[in-house]
């Protein structure tokens, strides 16, 4: 599969041209395995996220709904994130007791693969375009308990002009990713409260860089 990565990442480079804004609070990446939860607006997220940080593709381990991008037809355009990154992680988004994260990382193998891994959790469950971020999942925080590991949060933007939604065809534009401080869930921790201060550590990393950005346009 790597002729498919290499054909893909040309096609970005040559007709695309997303610019990458990358902004860190914090300067260092955790050392070793990680879980990056931001929310949600494209299918350009994962593209963005892994040039903005230097992701290669062996390393990133996106979660993936099961119902969309594992269909049972061997080569189509959802099923193609299969055959392009080799820890992609499938993600049952119904039914009333979803399997818990943790788990689907261990069934999948992961962990037992050499290198660093990067796990990149949607808690919004979908694409929402919207400047505010829908209500998110406890999902990421129960797999942060369980295997100990620690979370990046992130706001993205622009990648919704990128590839929004029901097209197939990238267009030129620019993506911001606003970086967080690493955190960790420890034992005693509510899931769900988790999941809410989350979710306004990153609504809070939109407010604080789009008041940034106003700073600077007046001085």
Same mark, same amino acid.
């Given at each position: 599969?790597s002729?498919?990565?290499?054909?893909?990442?040309?096609?970005?480079?040559?007709?695309? $041209?997303?610019?990458?804004?990358?902004? $860190?609070?914090?300067?260092?990446l955790?050392?070793?395995?990680?879980?990056?939860?931001?929310?949600? $607006?494209?299918?350009?997220?994962?593209?963005?996220?892994?040039?903005?940080?230097?992701?290669? +593709?062996?390393?990133?381990?996106? %979660?993936?709904?099961?119902?969309?991008?594992?269909?049972? !037809?061997?080569?189509?355009? #959802?099923?193609?994130?299969?055959?392009?990154?080799?820890?992609?992680?499938?993600? @049952?988004?119904?039914?009333?007791?979803?399997k818990?994260? @943790?788990?689907?990382?261990?069934?999948?193998?992961?962990?037992?693969?050499p290198? #660093?891994?990067?796990f990149?959790? +949607?808690? !919004?469950?979908?694409?929402?375009?919207?400047?505010?971020? @829908?209500?998110?999942?406890?999902?990421f925080?129960e797999?942060?308990? &369980?295997? &100990?590991?620690?979370v990046?949060?992130?706001?993205?933007?622009?990648?919704?002009?990128?590839?929004?939604?029901?097209?197939?065809?990238?267009?030129?534009?620019?993506?911001?990713?606003?970086v967080?401080e690493? %955190?960790?869930?420890? !034992?005693?921790?509510?899931? #769900?409260?988790?999941?809410?201060?989350?979710?306004?550590?990153?609504?809070?990393?939109?407010?604080? &860089?789009?008041?940034?950005k106003?700073?600077?346009? &007046?001085?």
């Open positions: 599969m002729i498919i990565r290499f054909i893909l990442r040309s096609m970005l480079t040559l007709l695309v $041209r997303v610019t990458i804004d990358t902004k $860190r609070i914090h300067p260092e955790p050392e070793g395995d990680f879980i990056i939860v931001t929310n949600h $607006r494209s299918h350009a997220d994962l593209g963005s996220v892994m040039m903005g940080l230097g992701i290669s +593709y062996e390393e990133i381990a996106p %979660f993936a709904a099961k119902d969309y991008f594992f269909t049972k !037809e061997k080569f189509t355009l #959802r099923s193609m994130p299969r055959h392009i990154y080799p820890l992609l992680q499938p993600v @049952s988004r119904f039914g009333r007791k979803p818990p994260l @943790s788990k689907v990382v261990k069934e999948s193998g992961a962990l037992s693969r290198g #660093r891994k990067v990149l959790v +949607y808690p !919004e469950g979908t694409r929402n375009p919207r400047s505010v971020i @829908s209500e998110f999942k406890p999902g925080a797999l942060a308990k &369980n295997l &100990n590991l620690p990046l949060p992130m706001y993205i933007s622009g990648s919704e002009r990128v590839l929004p939604k029901g097209s197939y065809i990238p267009a030129r534009s620019k993506v911001e990713l606003v967080g690493p %955190f960790y869930v420890e !034992e005693g921790d509510d899931l #769900r409260s988790v999941a809410k201060e989350t979710r306004d550590k990153i609504q809070n990393l939109r407010t604080e &860089n789009q008041y940034n106003k700073l600077q346009e &007046n001085q």
